[in-house]
Structure formats: C-alpha cells, structure tokens
C-alpha cells in the first residue's frame, strides 16, 4: 500500500524555522489571542499552546505548557482548561486532526483559541509568480501553500466536535519595498517554500525578476511601494459541556419572529 502524500515536507519546514528570525506575524497572533483572552469572564488556569516558535511564548500565561507544533500533538487527555493553537494550521497535513487532537486534551467546558494563516494570504505573491514562471517556463510549479478559507476553517471546527465555533478574520497588510524584499522576509519568518511537491531546484533568476515586475505593476502603492496581505483567522470553540447553552428542537418557539421583530406578518397566498 503507498503512503499517503502529504502537502508539507516537515523536515524542510524545521529547517526553515530554524532560521527564523523575524517573528512580527507571531506578535501578532500573539496580541490577538490576549484580546480575546480579555473579553473570557471565566478564570482559566490549565493552559497549553501549541507554536512553532515555544520561546515566543514562554511567560505568556502563567503555568502554561507550551508544546511545539508536530503532527502529533504532545498534549495529555483532559488536562487543560485552555488550548491555543498558535500560527501552525496553514501548514499542517491534516488541520482537523490537529483540532481533534486540542479538543481531546481539554476539560469539559474548555475554551480553544486557534490563530492560522487563511487563503487570501499572499495573493498578490501567488499571482505575480504564477504569471512569471507560466510566461517564462510555460508552466506553474507549488510555490505559495494552498490556506483554506475562513468557511472551511469553521466547518473544521465542528467537525472536530467542538461547541460554540465561531471563526472571524481580519487583513494585515505590510508594505515593502518589493516582492523580492517581501520574499527575504518570508524567509527570515521561517515561512519559506516547504511543500512536498515544490521544485528541488532554484528558481531561475528571471523568474524572479519577472515577478517582481508584475508584482510592481499589479499591487503598487502611490508611494511605489508593494503591498503584501497576510489574512489573519481566529477560531474559537468550546468543549462540550451540559451547561452551554443548547439549541432549540424546531417548532417549539412561543413567539413568533413577527412579534420579535415589532412588524406585520404577510400569509404567502396560495
């Protein structure tokens, strides 16, 4: 039986990270997760977070155990009130496993905070290299990871059994002096080409200058700057507990939306 393929190769992922050294999008997600930290009434006091980058965020929350982001998860059943899942969904092979894998190390009534990368990521940068290389070339090879969109992300969270799902986003949009400055960068965050099925050769040099061009052409700024769009997605969910509140059985509403909403009810004719 062959093995199944998978989308990242992780041990170029690690090799990347382990180079990293500019981390503004983990600040980022970092400030996300303490806002929405902010608006919980409840006292949380069992944490864990899952991060590519552990020493980012050590002392974030007192007592927290933060765990480094593999395809299996070194969490232990029910032992955290709170699970973050910080910056490491965009490039997992199997995204819902992941979720699985936070909703299983959670007390009942556990809250879970997931901040990923989503599909209108790069856009730019995928359309400018895309072009490029198909000018040049006459064909298009994986250099951007396909992110999923904020809806698929939801769904996930369901279908990972979690309660309450609520997924919401936001544009962060940087400005560089252009896309081969914006290409150094990526690599300096650790977020280099890693998919399984990239080429295992350097990019031709014209290629990228082509690109650059296009990207100049396509998504400049009026001070000649690039602009490049990181799409920013928050996931929260909680685990199942009896004291959530629970839906409704259909047709068992004692009012009618009519009279909720202070107006007249029209009967459809027949």
Not at 18 to 24: I, L, N, Q, T, V
Not at 36 to 51: D, F, N, Y
Not at 59 to 80: K, N, S, Y
């Amino acid at each position: 039986m062959s093995e199944t393929p998978h989308l990242t190769d992780r041990a170029a992922l690690a090799r990347h990270r382990a180079k990293a050294s500019e981390f503004f999008l983990h600040e980022t997600a970092r400030e996300e997760v303490q806002d929405r930290l902010e608006m919980v009434t409840r006292q949380l006091t069992k944490p864990a977070i899952v991060t590519p980058f552990p020493d980012l965020w050590q002392g974030f929350l007192p007592g927290a155990r933060v765990v480094e982001d593999t395809p299996v998860l070194d969490l232990q059943p029910g032992a955290h009130d709170l699970v973050i899942h910080a910056m490491g969904l965009h490039w997992a092979d199997d995204p819902i496993g992941q979720l699985v894998q936070c909703r299983r190390a959670m007390q009942p009534d556990g809250l879970m905070l997931a901040v990923s990368l989503g599909g209108q990521t790069l856009h730019e940068l995928r359309a400018a290299l895309g072009s490029a290389e198909a000018e040049i070339t006459g064909g298009i090879s994986p250099r951007v990871a396909p992110m999923a969109e904020i809806r698929d992300l939801g769904a996930l969270l369901q279908r990972a059994g979690l309660a309450l799902p609520v997924a919401d986003s936001f544009p962060l949009r940087v400005h560089y002096d252009s896309a081969l400055h914006l290409m150094r960068d990526l690599r300096a965050m650790g977020e280099g080409n890693a998919l399984q099925a990239r080429l295992r050769r350097p990019t031709r040099r014209s290629v990228l200058i082509r690109a650059a061009e296009l990207y100049q052409e396509g998504f400049a700024t009026d001070e000649g700057k690039v602009e490049a769009t990181f799409e920013v997605i928050t996931l929260t969910g909680w685990s199942p507990d009896e004291s959530q509140p629970q839906p409704l059985r259909p047709g068992s509403a004692t009012h009618r939306l009519s009279e909720a909403l202070n107006t007249p009810e029209t009967p459809l004719k027949d």
